[in-house]
Structure formats: C-alpha cells, structure tokens
C-alpha cells in the first residue's frame, strides 16, 4: 500500500488527469463489452459465457480486414457487422434451442461454442499471437491536457463509446423497438400475445450484443496482443461489470465499468500489489449493502 | 462369481498379431535410430515446442544425409507435455520405455525441465535440456543428473551480461533514476531481482524508482504505462515476453512512453520482433536469436534456410536445439556408443564448432552447462536486422561473476 503516492496523485493535476483518461479507457471497453451480455441477460435471461468468444472474433475479424483493406474505418465496422451476424446465428442455431431448459445445458452450448473458436482461431490465424499495429491516423503524439497524458487514440475510443452507451440508453427508452425490448425483458409472453415477433426481438437482440462485442474487440485490437482464448480474461471482467451494475441495466454496467476502470487506475498507484483485489473488494461491498447491484432490481 | 478368461480366439488373434509385429518392431530397432524430443505443442507458448520441433527436423536430414550416427539413421519422436510437469516426466519415461528412444532432447520449458531431470536420474539415458533457463538445473550439484546435459542459456549467464551492458551504457548516458516492469510470478519477479543485484554491483548509484508487476497476459496495461510514465524514471527495464511485450510496446506508443525513456529488455525475439508493426528505433535489447550476431555465413545460411523452409523466424529456441544435435553428433561419434555413461564422459568438457558460438565455438563445461554462446546488446529498429550495433558480452566477465554467485549460492 502506497498512500503517500495516492496523495501525491491526486495533488497534481498531471497524474489526476493521466490516471483519470487511463480508467475511462480500460471502463469504456469494459462496458462495450458487459452492455451485450447485459442486455442479453436482461431480455432473454441468458447467461452468455460465450461472449468473450464474440470479442476475440471481433479483434481477429478486424485484424484480417484491416490487413486485405488497408483501412481501419472498415476494420471496425466488419467486425460489428460480422459478429452481429454471428450473434444471430449463435442464437438461432443453438441458444434457441435451450431457452427455459436447465441453465447448465445454456452452459455447455456457450462452453462448447468457447472452446471450439480458441481452436477455429488457431486454425485460422495460428496459435501464436498477433499485433495489429496502430493505424496511421493516430500514429500521432500524445496530447497533453493540464500536464497529463491522454492519447489521442484512446480519446476517441472512449468518445465513441460514450456516443453508444448514449445512442443505446436513448434507443432502449424512447424507441419503439427499445421500448418492445424492454417490455419482452419483463414479460415475454404477454409481449408474444399481443402480436410481437418475439423470435425475430431475440435475434435482434443477439445481433446488437454481438457487435458490441465485435466492436469492442476491434477497437481494442491495435493496442492489444490478439490471441486464441484472449475471450476469458475480458469475459471475467465484464461478469463483475453485470453483476456490480445488476443484471439487465445498461446503466448500472455503464456505472460499474467506470468504477472499475477508476479503481484499476488509481489502483495501481495506491495499491500496486493489490489492483486486481480491490475490483473484488468493490463487488462485494456494492453486493453487501445492494444485494441487487448498483441499479439491480429484484427478479420475482 | 465369473472369471475372465481369455478365450482360444483373442489368444489366438493376439499371437498372430504380436508374431507380424515383432519383426517389424526388432527390425527398426536395430536399423532406425529414435530420439525421444518433448515439449510443449499446444496451447499459448506452443511456439517454444514448434520452433524447437522444425531445428530438430532440419538437424535430422542433415545428419541422416550424413550417414546418421554410427551408421543408423535417426528418426525424432515428438511427444506433447502441455507444459505440465507430471505429464513431461510421463512422457519422457514412456518414450525411453515403451517406445525405444535410445537418447532424449527435452525440448521442455523449466517446470518440465525439473521433472524430466529425475527420470533421467533414474532410467541413465542420456539427454540433453534444450530450452530451460533456469540456472540452478546444472548449477546446483544436488539437482545435476550425470547422463543430463544443458545447451542453452543459462539464467545467471544472461543476467551478468545483461547488467553489465546496462551499467556500462547507464554510465555513459549518465542515468541513474530506473523503474522496472516484469511479469507478476516466480520468473518476473526472481529475474528482475538478479538483474538487479547485479547491475547494483557493477553500478552502485542507481536508484529504483517505481516497480510494476501486470499479471501474466494482462491484455490491458494502460494503468502499468501511465505509471510509469508518472514516476519519470530516465531508463526502464521489461522482462515482458512474447504477447505481453507486443502489447506493451503497441500500448507504450500510444502515451510515447519509447520518447521518454530509455527501455532495455533481454526478451526481444524474432517472433516480438516481426510482430510489433511499430517497433521503436532505439530499445536497448538482447540477442536472444538473430541471424546477423555472430556474423558470420554459417549462422546467416542456417537463419535463411530455416526461413525458407518454414516461412517463419527462426527463435531462440531453434538454435538450442540445433546445438544440441550438434553435440550428440560429435559425441556418439567420439564415444562410439548410445550408452548414457560413455556419451557422459565424452560431452563433459568438449568444445565444438558452431555457428552460433561467439566465436565460432560452444563448450559444454564440466557442470553439463554450454559456455561461449552468442550474447550480445545492441539496439532495435524497426525493420530487419531489427537489432544492430551488437556488442559481444565479455565471456570471462560472465565465468568469473558466475563463480562468485555460485560461491554465494554454496554450489561450490
């Protein structure tokens, strides 16, 4: 424990500024990810262990595209659409056929599904890992905001997540289909009765989870090492997103992945031998006093 | 209660079964010669196996186009421990046993490395460790197996060298102020200290300023980075590997960490290297592999030939195994014999000529450990050779630290 270099940090808007941007970076991709398995959850509760899977497809997806096209606009956006589609076919092929049996057989689909990429992945791309490199336009030097360092790269990573997380929170209130969404999320039969094509609603919802996903791999991809199994330490992390922000609400895992992309941050400097620790300890104070999550609401 | 019997026909399928075998079975025994090689084949750090595999597979054609050893042509067995270390002391005594492997090549990192060693211990054979680091496999004389040798860099040997290049290039650059960033588990930890403790010898002012520890395949380090950045020590030293280091370097460009201090790592492979598609001009690092150090046209012939064959880098790894081979040829041949005693006393002291000695030799030293590799420091750039300005570390330096460390360690 380190508290005298806490207080320092704090002291200087240099590291305040460099440690904040640090914790909204690893937050945002964090929530990217934990919004579909959320939203998944929340609709069709689905416990989609195979969702680390879409994220590594999506990093892989990117990395090919970006190689055969040269562009990373395009890189980005196949691996959304790609993983979008491979949502729906997850959903179609497999996860519909388990809805309302026992969770461990939704388990063993995911599980089986995991594992089957890690070995698609190395057929594919090869066992060793891979660096996709920065693409040109932000080979470019950091900026510099009250003495702190933010990368310009990363500063429109977390704008264009800040601009999902708004464009999803609005879609899921006012929209129509938000709306339908919302209201399958309480009552899936009552939502079928009056006339919904609720096959075509999960699907749909899938897809969107899917290209999060997708999304969050390709853009993390030109800063992070592209490997076969690379899923499961994100997969972990965005379980306890869910469960602090409560299972089902994109703002509580909005929430919670800041908080935990804040204490990773400041973490490191305070508690340097215990980061990783201290996202535990959040989880289980925010449990103890909201058994629900943050913004958790009790399942009848 | 019923017994099994075995019935007339099983007895009778058996036996013809095992009477069309056995010729079979005799026959390649007493013409074809089997290496038994292990290691890890799957999974994340395949690429140690793989790369130690495709050497040996090269090794094999030219010695069988030799006329193999003691006129039998060799043919390797490749085994899969995963990495685990019950497993590779199962294999490697499956291959000796059941599967007639006459000699070993353990191919194995140290956890496996470390099992292997006793079963060797037991069963005589002679093998040869190809990629274990670890110093203590041959420096501690409790752990040292008589038939089982080392030929690979050794822990202690790169760490001398390596302290002793920063101390010097610390002083001339007038650093002084270091952080260091290393893996958080035995090796990180451990291997960082040694530097450490030498390079505080060779230069005693330098100060610490902030230590970081990511986990093993932490896919996000922006934390560690910005860390570092904010201690602002002038010099920082990585023992980050393989994907890790990709990562690091792809996330360290992005805070231009590589313009504000000067980073040294020892870990800087082919396979690092030709991955990171921005490499940093200027990263003080080690040779692990490289085919310009030693320059000379053995080493460059066999690093293009390797390219060309597997159309990738050859590692580190490749050119222990290479050795290795290298070794037996000579020894079975000075021997005369298979036997681990006979192949024993005459690795035990013997100097060959390679390649990929700094000076065109490698002696295997009385402690079953190689001396005289290529060590060297030089500096990245971002396309091939990726490492230039190589400075050959100082040999007699190295041995004589060692001896002192060892003192230390009360192995002698």
């Given at each position: 424990m380190d508290l005298d270099a806490l207080g320092n940090c704090f002291a200087s808007s240099a590291c305040v500024v460099t440690q904040t941007t640090s914790g909204l970076i690893v937050g945002m991709l964090l929530f990217l990810v934990a919004a579909g398995l959320t939203l998944i959850f929340g609709v069709l509760k689905i416990v989609n262990f195979a969702h680390g899977t879409f994220y590594m497809l999506g990093g892989y997806v990117a990395f090919s595209t970006l190689a055969l096209t040269d562009s990373y606009t395009l890189a980005v956006v196949a691996a959304a659409a790609a993983m979008a589609l491979f949502g729906v076919l997850f959903e179609r092929l497999l996860i519909a056929r388990v809805y309302g049996s026992n969770v461990l057989m939704q388990l063993l689909i995911c599980y089986a599904v995991v594992l089957i990429f890690d070995d698609v992945v190395k057929i594919v791309w090869g066992p060793d890992f891979h660096a996709m490199g920065m693409p040109p336009a932000f080979q470019v030097a950091p900026l510099f905001i009250a003495g702190g360092v933010v990368p310009p790269f990363y500063a429109v990573l977390i704008g264009i997540s800040a601009v999902i997380a708004i464009v999803l929170g609005l879609g899921l209130a006012l929209t129509r289909i938000g709306k339908t969404v919302r209201a399958a999320a309480q009552n899936p039969s009552m939502v079928s009765a009056l006339g919904v094509n609720t096959t075509l609603l999960f699907a749909l919802v899938f897809a969107v989870g899917g290209a999060l996903a997708g999304l969050a791999g390709a853009l993390a991809a030109p800063v992070r090492s592209l490997s076969p199994g690379m899923g499961f330490s994100i997969l972990i992390e965005s379980f306890i997103v869910t469960v602090i922000g409560g299972m089902g609400s994109i703002a509580g895992a909005l929430v919670a992945a800041l908080v935990i992309g804040l204490l990773r941050g400041f973490g490191t400097i305070g508690f340097p031998m215990f980061t990783d620790g201290l996202t535990y300890v959040a989880m289980i104070l925010i449990l103890v006093t909201r058994p629900h999550g943050l913004f958790g609401r009790e399942v009848a | 209660m019923r017994t099994r019997k075995i019935g007339r026909r099983t007895l009778l399928a058996t036996g013809t079964a095992g009477m069309l075998a056995a010729p079979w079975v005799a026959g390649a025994q007493a013409k074809t010669l089997r290496i038994g090689m292990q290691s890890i084949l799957s999974g994340p750090i395949a690429l140690l196996g793989t790369s130690s595999r495709n050497a040996l597979q090269m090794e094999a054609e030219r010695i069988n186009?030799?006329?193999?050893?003691?006129?039998?042509?060799?043919?390797?067995?490749?085994?899969?421990?995963?990495?685990?270390?019950?497993?590779?002391?199962?294999?490697?005594?499956?291959?000796?046993?059941?599967?007639?492997?006459?000699?070993?090549?353990?191919?194995?990192?140290?956890?496996?490395?470390?099992?292997?060693?006793?079963?060797?211990?037991?069963?005589?054979?002679?093998?040869?460790?190809?990629?274990?680091?670890?110093?203590?496999?041959?420096?501690?004389?409790?752990?040292?197996?008589?038939?089982?040798?080392?030929?690979?860099?050794?822990?202690?040997?790169?760490?001398?060298?390596?302290?002793?290049?920063?101390?010097?290039?610390?002083?001339?650059?007038?650093?002084?102020?270091?952080?260091?960033?290393?893996?958080?588990?035995?090796?990180?930890?451990?291997?960082?200290?040694?530097?450490?403790?030498?390079?505080?010898?060779?230069?005693?002012?330098?100060?610490?300023?902030?230590?970081?520890?990511?986990?093993?395949?932490?896919?996000?380090?922006?934390?560690?980075?910005?860390?570092?950045?904010?201690?602002?020590?002038?010099?920082?030293?990585?023992?980050?590997?393989?994907?890790?280091?990709?990562?690091?370097?792809?996330?360290?460009?992005?805070?231009?960490?590589?313009?504000?201090?000067?980073?040294?790592?020892?870990?800087?492979?082919?396979?690092?290297?030709?991955?990171?598609?921005?490499?940093?001009?200027?990263?003080?690092?080690?040779?692990?592999?490289?085919?310009?150090?030693?320059?000379?046209?053995?080493?460059?012939?066999?690093?293009?030939?390797?390219?060309?064959?597997?159309?990738?880098?050859?590692?580190?790894?490749?050119?222990?195994?290479?050795?290795?081979?290298?070794?037996?040829?000579?020894?079975?041949?000075?021997?005369?014999?298979?036997?681990?005693?006979?192949?024993?006393?005459?690795?035990?002291?013997?100097?060959?000529?390679?390649?990929?000695?700094?000076?065109?030799?490698?002696?295997?030293?009385?402690?079953?450990?190689?001396?005289?590799?290529?060590?060297?420091?030089?500096?990245?750039?971002?396309?091939?050779?990726?490492?230039?300005?190589?400075?050959?570390?100082?040999?007699?330096?190295?041995?004589?630290?060692?001896?002192?460390?060892?003192?230390?360690?009360?192995?002698?």
């Open positions: - | 186009a030799a006329g193999g050893f003691l006129g039998r042509p060799i043919e390797f067995v490749y085994r899969d421990s995963k990495g685990q270390p019950q497993e590779a002391a199962r294999v490697a005594r499956e291959l000796v046993n059941s599967t007639g492997c006459e000699l070993l090549i353990d191919a194995e990192a140290s956890s496996g490395s470390f099992a292997v060693q006793e079963v060797v211990r037991d069963l005589g054979v002679a093998c040869i460790h190809t990629n274990s680091e670890t110093s203590s496999l041959t420096a501690d004389p409790k752990i040292r197996v008589p038939t089982a040798f080392r030929v690979a860099r050794q822990g202690v040997h790169d760490a001398i060298a390596g302290s002793t290049y920063l101390a010097k290039f610390a002083t001339d650059k007038k650093i002084s102020k270091w952080a260091t960033c290393s893996p958080d588990y035995a090796y990180g930890r451990d291997t960082t200290a040694q530097y450490l403790e030498f390079f505080k010898r060779a230069k005693p002012d330098i100060e610490v300023v902030t230590q970081a520890w990511p986990k093993l395949g932490q896919a996000d380090l922006t934390e560690v980075i910005t860390k570092l950045i904010q201690a602002k020590p002038q010099a920082l030293f990585t023992l980050l590997y393989a994907g890790d280091l990709s990562a690091f370097v792809n996330q360290g460009n992005v805070y231009a960490l590589f313009s504000q201090m000067t980073v040294a790592s020892p870990n800087f492979d082919y396979p690092v290297l030709t991955a990171i598609k921005n490499l940093p001009t200027g990263i003080q690092s080690a040779t692990r592999y490289l085919e310009t150090f030693p320059d000379n046209p053995g080493n460059k012939a066999w690093g293009e030939a390797y390219r060309k064959k597997f159309n990738e880098y050859p590692t580190n790894w490749s050119w222990q195994n290479t050795v290795a081979m290298q070794f037996y040829e000579a020894a079975v041949k000075k021997a005369n014999s298979l036997d681990g005693k006979a192949l024993a006393a005459a690795l035990t002291g013997m100097k060959i000529n390679t390649p990929f000695g700094v000076d065109g030799t490698i002696t295997m030293r009385d402690d079953h450990t190689t001396i005289n590799y290529a060590i060297g420091w030089g500096q990245t750039v971002p396309k091939p050779p990726y490492i230039t300005d190589v400075k050959p570390a100082d040999w007699g330096r190295i041995v004589e630290l060692e001896t002192e460390w060892k003192k230390e360690q009360h192995y002698i």
